[in-house]
């Protein structure tokens, strides 16, 4: 390492710790990664042109392969060899872990949708949850950076919950399919706006990276850099500056201080030859994903910082948040017997609802204090092994039957804004070690009323809007059973947030770490709420905007 002398450790590749290395090296600044995971070049390695005809059991999803055979996640999912976690007594959560370089940005569904300023002042209006430390017109000229970098296909609707981007900034999206307008048309007679989705998805080219051809399954990842991954865009960005260098199957175990207990770097376990390698840092930037960065924090523990390094105010590993999930889906008669024709687009849904609600519950007319959006299914996708369906027979009269009821289901996939409570947290388990002898998160979880009364909502709403469209629903599932497990739809935020005084939050407005000024953080964990919107357009203009204000403290000398 003598060659390269860096001024800033990163941890983690994914959003969080690609965007950080991009906007300090592209600053000028030497930034040394560490990533848990093994190399990974989509270039090479993504199978996006393999169709589930060709894949074992038609591609169906096995535990080693949660998302489908072809699914781009290399060593990780739910579980990951060797690295274990333990859920408390009386708790069900998930936690999805991507062990490769670009972490879950390899395969993530892509959705990116900007936070308002109702959703980063939530407490200040219903006194529920936890006030971001900064306004929207704070941070808005940092989302139009972040969205014209990442490639962020949508419009500009003027809706109260989608705040515009400048002029020129999105990329056109894609055009509506047959279901979705379907949908849309249902929805507005409830008074219900259904409008384009925003992805990270370029519909035109942008620097050296391809425009989606509308072909091939996003989540197998994408070779041609359409679908915004940060093995395609950020971290070869950021390479070819030459300040950049990564070490991959670095694990980081714990972040070093002195006597004094400042922070001095890191100890990290090289998994090739599995020794613990240390090396020191001026400044160490946490990224390793929001559950990952507390265990980190949590285990660095020592005589100057007894429960955890920076964690004077005790809320490391605190105000875990998920978003709410639940679906439903229907078969819409007047979508059976269509004319094939391809309908595949960017893969994900062109339109979705977003959250109609604020001036209800303004008015106190709802009873659950927060929003939620649809993200809507519907389409010819490529057949898998369920293209039946629950349909039951024999011969010529099933295969009919089949072919009728292809395309002809739509699907509601309600995202949800969770409060923090004191029953979600992790802490780290006094018992269980991975391989390497580090200790391993405990997940407490446990969801409110306010989250279980807004999937009420929302499963009533889209039983609504079926039927509009000429589809039975039968009876719905109670809420407690119709909400998906924490973590299970993949946004884990909070456990390091961000906030205005160090006795309540982890972290300054800049990710910096109250107790420790050359230690930040710059991934989910700095939330201070988790609005219904997909966390990662708000995690990689966090990065951006904090790793620009860390260039700007080691340019003036401060750090
Ligand atoms: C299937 C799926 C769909 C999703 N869809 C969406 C979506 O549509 N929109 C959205 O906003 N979000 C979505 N997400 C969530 C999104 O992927 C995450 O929010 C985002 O990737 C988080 O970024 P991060 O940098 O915090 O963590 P990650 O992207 O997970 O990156 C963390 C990196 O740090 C590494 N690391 C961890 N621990 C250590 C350690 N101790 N030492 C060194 N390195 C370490 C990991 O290996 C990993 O590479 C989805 C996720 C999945 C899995
Ligand atoms: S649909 Fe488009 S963005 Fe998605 S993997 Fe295929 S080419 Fe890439």
Not at 131 to 152: C, H, M, Q, R, S
Not at 483 to 496: D, L
Not at 517 to 537: E, I, Q
């Amino acid at each position: 390492m003598n060659d390269f002398a860096h001024d800033v450790l990163v941890v983690g590749s994914g959003a969080g710790g690609a965007m950080a290395a991009y906007e300090l090296t592209r600053q000028g600044h030497k930034v040394l990664l560490l990533e848990a995971g093994r190399n990974y070049d989509p270039r090479t390695e993504t199978p996006m042109f393999r169709p589930n005809s060709i894949a074992p059991l038609m591609g169906t999803p096995t535990p080693d392969k949660e998302f489908g055979f072809y699914d781009s996640t290399v060593d990780g999912g739910w579980q990951v060899p060797d690295e274990p976690y333990t859920t408390a007594e009386g708790s069900e959560f998930l936690w999805w872990r991507a062990r490769m370089l670009g972490g879950r940005t390899n395969h993530w569904g892509r959705y990116s949708l900007r936070f308002s300023e109702h959703d980063f002042k939530g407490k200040s209006r219903d006194g529920l949850g936890a006030d971001w430390p900064f306004n929207y017109d704070d941070i808005a000229p940092w989302y139009d950076k972040t969205e014209a970098l990442v490639g962020v296909c949508g419009t500009n609707t003027g809706l109260d919950d989608m705040p515009p981007s400048s002029e020129g900034v999105l990329q056109p999206p894609p055009l509506p399919r047959v279901p979705e307008l379907l949908i849309a048309a249902a929805a507005k007679k409830h008074g219900i706006t259904a409008v384009p989705m925003h992805r990270a998805v370029l519909t035109k080219p942008l620097d050296d990276r391809a425009a989606c051809f509308y072909a091939t399954p996003c989540g197998y990842g994408c070779s041609i850099g359409a679908a915004f991954q940060t093995t395609t865009s950020l971290l070869p960005m950021a390479q070819a500056t030459g300040n950049l260098r990564i070490i991959t199957n670095a694990m980081v175990k714990i972040v070093t201080t002195d006597a004094q207990g400042n922070v001095t770097g890191i100890s990290y376990i090289d998994k090739k030859t599995c020794t613990e390698q240390q090396i020191g840092a001026k400044v160490v930037v946490l990224a390793a994903s929001a559950c990952e960065s507390a265990r980190i924090l949590l285990n660095s523990k020592n005589a100057s910082h007894p429960n955890g390094l920076a964690n004077s105010s005790g809320q490391v590993g605190r105000n875990l948040m998920d978003s709410t999930g639940a679906g439903l889906s229907a078969l819409v008669p007047a979508l059976m017997d269509r004319p094939r024709y391809n309908e595949d687009g960017h893969t994900a849904n062109h339109l979705f609802i977003p959250w109609w609600g604020h001036e209800a519950q303004a008015n106190k007319e709802l009873d659950f204090p927060r929003g939620y959006h649809f993200e809507l299914g519907g389409r010819f996708s490529e057949p898998g092994a369920y293209v039946s369906g629950d349909l039951q027979g024999y011969g010529t009269a099933l295969k009919q039957q089949v072919r009728a009821h292809y395309g002809a289901y739509v699907s509601f996939a309600l995202r949800g804004e969770m409060l923090p409570n004191e029953h979600c947290y992790m802490d780290i388990d006094p018992q269980v070690t991975d391989k390497w002898g580090i200790p391993v998160p405990r997940f407490h979880w446990q969801w409110s009323e306010h989250e279980l009364k807004q999937v009420e909502h929302g499963l009533k709403t889209a039983k609504a809007i079926l039927e509009t469209m000429g589809a039975t629903v039968g009876e719905l599932p109670a809420a407690k059973d119709a909400i998906k497990k924490g973590g299970e739809i993949i946004h884990e935020v909070g456990t390091t947030r961000m906030g205005s005084s160090s006795k309540d939050s982890v972290t300054n407005q800049w990710g910096q770490t109250w107790d420790c000024p050359n230690l930040f953080v710059m991934d989910g964990g700095v939330f201070a709420s988790n609005p219904h919107k997909n966390c990662t357009l708000t995690i990689m203009t966090l990065a951006m905007r904090n790793s620009a204000w860390l260039a700007a403290q080691l340019e003036a000398g401060k750090l």
